[in-house]
């Protein structure tokens, strides 16, 4: 099975509950690492933080549009 096939069967199983879910975990191992660096590094998990969090908002405005609300 190619790499993309694997990731393929994978993304047949996701529901919005489970990427948020997912997300969610990795937000909180951004913050609870970024507040054990210090500067740049610091700066970088929180950036990655604020993707997680856009990607989130983004699932939410997609299951709003989706549902008609």
């Not at 997912?22 to 929180?46: F, M, P, V």
């Amino acid at each position: 099975m190619t790499d993309r096939e694997i990731v393929s069967r994978k993304i047949e199983t996701l529901t919005p509950p489970l990427v948020r879910q997912w997300l969610s975990e990795r937000l909180a191992n951004c913050y609870r690492i970024a507040a054990t660096k210090t500067g740049a590094d610091r700066e970088g998990w929180l950036e990655d933080a604020a993707y997680f969090l856009a990607a989130m908002g983004m699932i939410e405005w997609t299951e709003l549009e989706r549902h008609g609300q």
